[in-house]
Nanobody, 128 residues
Framework: QVQLVESGGGLVQAGGSLRLSCAAS????????MGWFRQAPGEEREFVAA????????YYTDSVKGRFTISRGNAKSTVFLQMNSLKPEDTAVYYC?????????????????????WGQGTQVTVSS
Protein backbone atom coordinates (compact mmCIF):
# COMPACT_ATOMS: atom_id res chain seq x y z
CA GLN A 1 0.00 0.00 0.00
CA VAL A 2 1.30 3.41 -0.97
CA GLN A 3 1.92 5.75 1.91
CA LEU A 4 3.27 9.28 2.14
CA VAL A 5 4.12 10.59 5.58
CA GLU A 6 5.02 14.21 6.17
CA SER A 7 6.98 15.51 9.15
CA GLY A 8 8.81 18.63 10.24
CA GLY A 9 5.96 21.04 10.65
CA GLY A 10 5.55 23.23 13.70
CA LEU A 11 5.34 26.74 15.09
CA VAL A 12 8.01 29.24 14.10
CA GLN A 13 8.42 32.99 14.26
CA ALA A 14 8.43 35.09 11.13
CA GLY A 15 11.85 35.00 9.52
CA GLY A 16 12.57 31.53 10.82
CA SER A 17 13.07 28.24 9.00
CA LEU A 18 11.57 24.79 8.88
CA ARG A 19 12.43 21.70 6.92
CA LEU A 20 9.58 19.44 5.90
CA SER A 21 10.19 15.82 5.01
CA CYS A 22 8.03 13.37 3.13
CA ALA A 23 8.79 9.68 3.38
CA ALA A 24 7.27 7.48 0.69
CA SER A 25 6.75 3.76 0.99
CA UNK A 26 4.94 0.98 -0.78
CA UNK A 27 6.41 1.56 -4.21
CA UNK A 28 9.61 2.58 -5.91
CA UNK A 29 9.24 6.33 -5.95
CA UNK A 30 12.40 7.06 -7.87
CA UNK A 31 10.23 7.31 -11.01
CA UNK A 32 7.61 9.53 -9.41
CA UNK A 33 7.45 13.29 -9.57
CA MET A 34 6.85 14.75 -6.13
CA GLY A 35 5.15 17.91 -5.05
CA TRP A 36 4.26 20.02 -2.04
CA PHE A 37 0.94 21.76 -1.73
CA ARG A 38 -0.58 23.75 1.10
CA GLN A 39 -4.01 24.68 2.33
CA ALA A 40 -4.81 27.53 4.68
CA PRO A 41 -8.10 27.67 6.61
CA GLY A 42 -10.94 28.63 4.33
CA GLU A 43 -8.73 28.51 1.27
CA GLU A 44 -8.29 26.05 -1.57
CA ARG A 45 -5.30 23.78 -1.72
CA GLU A 46 -2.52 25.44 -3.69
CA PHE A 47 0.71 24.40 -5.33
CA VAL A 48 3.95 25.24 -3.53
CA ALA A 49 6.82 23.33 -5.16
CA ALA A 50 7.54 20.23 -7.21
CA UNK A 51 10.46 18.17 -8.44
CA UNK A 52 10.33 15.96 -11.49
CA UNK A 53 10.88 12.21 -11.46
CA UNK A 54 14.36 12.73 -12.92
CA UNK A 55 15.10 15.62 -10.52
CA UNK A 56 15.90 17.64 -13.62
CA UNK A 57 13.07 20.11 -13.13
CA UNK A 58 11.95 22.02 -10.08
CA TYR A 59 9.14 24.53 -9.91
CA TYR A 60 7.89 26.95 -7.29
CA THR A 61 4.92 29.17 -6.87
CA ASP A 62 5.95 32.81 -7.13
CA SER A 63 5.35 33.61 -3.49
CA VAL A 64 7.99 31.15 -2.27
CA LYS A 65 10.68 31.56 -4.92
CA GLY A 66 14.02 32.36 -3.35
CA ARG A 67 12.82 31.21 0.08
CA PHE A 68 11.84 27.54 -0.37
CA THR A 69 13.88 24.72 -1.86
CA ILE A 70 12.59 21.28 -2.84
CA SER A 71 14.97 18.35 -3.05
CA ARG A 72 15.03 14.57 -3.06
CA GLY A 73 16.96 12.27 -0.80
CA ASN A 74 19.58 9.93 -2.19
CA ALA A 75 17.18 7.01 -2.07
CA LYS A 76 14.65 9.08 -4.04
CA SER A 77 11.86 7.91 -1.74
CA THR A 78 12.17 11.00 0.42
CA VAL A 79 11.48 14.56 -0.59
CA PHE A 80 12.29 17.66 1.41
CA LEU A 81 11.04 21.21 1.49
CA GLN A 82 13.47 23.65 3.07
CA MET A 83 11.55 26.76 4.03
CA ASN A 84 13.50 29.90 4.95
CA SER A 85 12.44 33.46 5.72
CA LEU A 86 9.00 32.24 6.67
CA LYS A 87 6.11 34.67 6.69
CA PRO A 88 2.76 34.55 8.49
CA GLU A 89 1.09 34.02 5.12
CA ASP A 90 2.95 30.72 4.80
CA THR A 91 0.78 29.34 7.60
CA ALA A 92 -1.09 26.30 6.30
CA VAL A 93 -1.28 22.54 6.32
CA TYR A 94 1.41 21.29 3.95
CA TYR A 95 0.76 18.16 1.90
CA CYS A 96 3.19 15.93 0.08
CA UNK A 97 2.03 14.37 -3.17
CA UNK A 98 3.37 11.85 -5.66
CA UNK A 99 2.64 11.45 -9.35
CA UNK A 100 3.33 8.28 -11.34
CA UNK A 101 2.70 10.16 -14.56
CA UNK A 102 5.68 11.28 -16.60
CA UNK A 103 5.18 14.99 -16.08
CA UNK A 104 7.74 17.74 -16.28
CA UNK A 105 6.14 21.00 -17.37
CA UNK A 106 5.31 23.69 -14.85
CA UNK A 107 1.62 23.45 -15.68
CA UNK A 108 1.54 19.70 -15.22
CA UNK A 109 3.52 19.67 -12.01
CA UNK A 110 1.50 22.49 -10.50
CA UNK A 111 -1.82 20.76 -11.05
CA UNK A 112 -3.50 18.87 -8.22
CA UNK A 113 -4.99 16.42 -10.69
CA UNK A 114 -1.51 15.31 -11.78
CA UNK A 115 -0.90 13.60 -8.45
CA UNK A 116 -2.09 10.13 -7.54
CA UNK A 117 -1.06 9.89 -3.91
CA TRP A 118 -1.29 12.30 -0.99
CA GLY A 119 -0.04 12.43 2.56
CA GLN A 120 -2.10 13.46 5.56
CA GLY A 121 -0.42 16.82 5.91
CA THR A 122 1.68 18.63 8.48
CA GLN A 123 0.77 21.94 10.09
CA VAL A 124 3.06 24.92 9.65
CA THR A 125 2.28 27.99 11.71
CA VAL A 126 4.28 31.20 11.37
CA SER A 127 3.74 33.82 14.05
CA SER A 128 4.28 37.51 13.44
Amino acid sequence: QVQLVESGGGLVQAGGSLRLSCAASGRTFSDYSMGWFRQAPGEEREFVAAISWSSTYTYYTDSVKGRFTISRGNAKSTVFLQMNSLKPEDTAVYYCAASQKRIWTAQQMGAIMSYNYWGQGTQVTVSS
